[in-house]
């Protein structure tokens, strides 16, 4: 049964990290390439980096290069989100799921995990 459970959002003050994390079911996480994505109020859900399933990051948005770092445990199914120097245009709703192209076609989607950043 497909299942994605994210956490670790929080309010934060500009400038400050949070690392969100991914709890994946097998058939989810295993041997597929993974992403996070985000979704600010008003705004299209977006990509803002993913993983190849041999754990080389790819496609990072270039809003979030050199601040947000992704990656993934594959003995626990986990993926994450190491997300650094934040910035109040990081506020949005973040999400993990499977990557692959067509993404945006996607119907099943975890419940997200609230991120608030401050000025």
């Known amino acids: 049964q497909a299942q994605l459970a994210e956490s670790g959002g929080a309010l934060v003050q500009a400038g400050g990290s949070l690392r969100l994390s991914c709890a994946a079911s097998?058939?989810?996480?295993?041997?597929?390439?993974m992403g996070w994505y985000r979704q600010a109020p008003g705004k299209e859900r977006e990509l803002v980096a993913a993983?190849?399933?041999?754990?080389?990051?790819?496609n990072v948005a270039d809003s979030v290069k050199g601040r947000f770092t992704i990656s993934r445990d594959g003995a626990k199914n986990m993926l994450y989100l190491e997300m650094n120097s934040l910035k109040p245009e990081d506020t949005a709703v973040y999400y993990c799921?499977?990557?692959?192209?067509?993404?945006?076609?996607?119907?099943?989607w975890g419940q997200g995990t609230q991120v608030t950043v401050s000025s």
């Open positions: 799921n499977r990557f692959w192209y067509d993404w945006r076609r996607y119907t099943y």
């Open positions: 097998r058939s989810m996480f295993i041997g597929q390439a």
């Open positions: 993983m190849t399933r041999d754990g080389t990051p790819t």
